[in-house]
């Protein structure tokens, strides 16, 4: 009996680290009243979850990342003592690759936390991210090269974002598809573009070359650029 209530306390463990993740990860809920501000998930609501699991996170970020106006989803805690905990553009980020790599990033922060889970959630990230990169149709509002490339120079002086492009191109490019080949094009397009204007010493110039060093780590990138 003392097992049985041992994994009884495993299994509540880990559904409390997962309804963390939805709600401090994914800065989302299913309560009406939250303690912070979050979006509310009106489909996953509706199933009522007692038991958290990895499927209902990756549930929850398919309904949070296919939401066209997430600000219309915003509950704003009315408790007085309540802080707002992120930033609301952060919580509002209609972007889907930003948000994929604010989740990376507030998961890495909290490693400690979420360690019983960490990998599975963190592989979740990132294999959204190559699926959305990789059947960008999915996103057809958005910029997914512009996006990626953002993130890219953002990287430069930001050690979690840049690790978090480092994973999802060892992912994307171990088998160049396409799709993938049709990003960077688009990617290295924009940043010729950009690049042109610059004064040669600008500190945007360098940021744009440690984006190209850092993409040179992978021989079929390097193929596609030149």
């Not at 972007?95 to 979740?124: M, P, S, T």
Request: charged share 25%.
């Amino acid at each position: 009996s003392s097992k049985a209530a041992s994994i009884d306390n495993d299994s509540s463990l880990t559904s409390n680290i997962y309804k963390d993740i939805l709600e401090y990860v994914l800065l989302c809920t299913i309560d009406e009243q939250p303690s912070s501000s979050f979006i509310y998930l009106a489909e996953l609501a509706v199933e009522l979850p007692e038991n958290w699991q990895k499927n209902l996170i990756d549930q929850a970020l398919f309904e949070r990342l296919h939401m066209i106006d997430p600000s219309s989803h915003l509950l704003i805690s009315t408790t007085k003592k309540s802080t707002i905990r992120n930033d609301v553009n952060i919580i509002i980020e209609t972007r889907c690759l930003h948000y994929l790599a604010g989740c990376y990033q507030r998961l890495l922060r909290q490693h400690d936390h979420f360690k019983l889970v960490f990998e599975d959630i963190r592989k979740l990230f990132i294999d959204h991210t190559k699926t959305a990169i990789s059947l960008p149709d999915l996103y057809e509002n958005q910029d997914l090269s512009k996006q990626w490339l953002e993130l890219l120079i953002e990287g430069q002086e930001n050690s979690l974002l840049y690790e978090y492009i480092d994973c999802v191109n060892n992912e994307s490019l171990s088998q160049i598809t396409d799709e993938i080949e049709n990003l960077y094009n688009s990617v290295f397009r924009y940043m010729y573009k950009m690049i042109q204007p610059l004064d040669y010493f600008s500190t945007e110039l360098i940021a744009y070359v440690g984006a190209l060093k850092q993409l040179a780590k992978w021989p079929a990138l390097v193929r596609v650029y030149f």
